[in-house]
């Protein structure tokens, strides 16, 4: 009796082919390739045989072959916010260097530049891309009901959407790439309290805008902290800054006035290049602490000097790391793959890296 496809496989110990699959299903090879490959064209009875023998014989779709079969080209892009924002243009020198590598491996990135904190620019921006077809996006995301329905008609058309550093709303988006960043105030928090010892203290906040979820989620655990642990601090209402660097200077130069009797400032989000400024031009106070996000040039400079204590680093290079493999995996229908969970690097100016990649920007009178 001759031997099945299912125990041809078997015996021979060799993973299952696509023409293994056609003969235990009873079709022909070129219909067998339709329905693995989602082609369409094929009969519901068809498609059930061919996916029955997939499972019987356990066989597993060679992506990577087909993608190089059909010479497929993953078309991206990255949303991100424009303007001299020094976490950003990291982002975007990261994108550049990996552009060879993109290449090779078939995958084509645009970036396009968004309104920072803007929701209609954000939404307008996202309606542009419904007719562009991108396989999949990554969007530095607000959160906001009016940016559901252009995220909805892109995935009506089978783009695979993420959010990126900051998330979008959970039911438009099919993963999220960044750290926890109530954890990321939480530490804040904590370290901020160590800070004062025990002592009575006024902090700070700036913020670049709470429709961001990322400046929300952190602002939510340094308050919690702060509320539950260190009853003798007091928070002063943030801040919102929309990560202007000038806005920042002017608010942290208030803050340093003898009259306000502020031990702390908390930046939240951006706009550090104007914190820097006003601390290189007025007398740091004998008792005060001062806590970032983001290890830039200008942050890495003036942890060196004491100028601030503390940076909270979301190393953007992971993150875009990540988003370009969950982005494929995601377009190729594949599972994501298992990654360890994003933790942020606390930097003080005992552990700082030699050097940080200048980003080029004159940061002056814009957000950095």
Do not use: W
Request: hydrophobic share 40%; charged share 25%.
């Amino acid at each position: 009796m001759k031997a099945s496809s299912t125990d041809s496989a078997r015996e021979t110990g060799r993973m299952p082919t696509l023409s293994d699959v056609a003969r235990a299903a009873g079709v022909s090879y070129a219909t067998a390739d339709r329905v693995v490959n989602d082609r369409g064209n094929v009969a519901q009875k068809s498609v059930r045989k061919v996916h029955d023998a997939m499972a019987e014989l356990g066989y597993v779709r060679n992506v990577a072959a087909a993608n190089l079969s059909r010479q497929r080209t993953y078309r991206l892009a990255f949303l991100l916010p424009k303007g001299r924002n020094a976490f950003f243009s990291r982002v975007r020198a990261h994108l550049d260097g990996l552009s060879e590598h993109l290449v090779a491996d078939q995958i084509s990135v645009d970036v396009i530049e968004i309104d920072a904190f803007e929701v209609e620019g954000l939404g307008n921006s996202l309606l542009s891309i419904v007719d562009a077809a991108y396989d999949g996006i990554a969007v530095v995301g607000l959160q906001s009901v009016d940016i559901e329905a252009p995220l909805r008609a892109l995935r009506e058309q089978g783009v695979v959407i993420v959010g990126l550093v900051s998330d979008l709303p959970v039911d438009y988006r099919s993963a999220y790439i960044g750290i926890d960043n109530i954890a990321a105030g939480r530490t804040a928090g904590r370290l901020l309290g160590l800070s004062h010892g025990g002592c009575k203290g006024r902090v700070q906040i700036l913020a670049g805008s709470l429709e961001a979820r990322d400046h929300e989620d952190r602002l939510s655990g340094f308050r919690e902290v702060i509320g539950q642990d260190y009853p003798n601090i007091e928070l002063l209402d943030p801040v919102m800054t929309r990560d202007d660097a000038r806005k920042v200077g002017a608010v942290v130069q208030q803050a340093l006035a003898a009259e306000t009797g502020v031990t702390a400032v908390y930046n939240v989000g951006a706009g550090n290049s104007g914190l820097v400024a006003t601390l290189e031009q007025c007398a740091r106070p004998a008792r005060f602490f001062c806590i970032v996000h983001e290890l830039v040039p200008h942050t890495h400079s003036a942890l060196l000097k004491k100028q601030i204590d503390l940076v909270i680093d979301q190393r953007p290079d992971v993150e875009v790391n990540r988003a370009l493999t969950i982005l494929k995996a995601l377009i190729d229908g594949r599972d994501i793959p298992p990654m360890q969970e994003l933790v942020p690097t606390i930097y003080v100016r005992d552990n700082l890296p030699s050097h940080i990649p200048d980003t080029n920007l004159t940061e002056q009178g814009d957000h950095d």
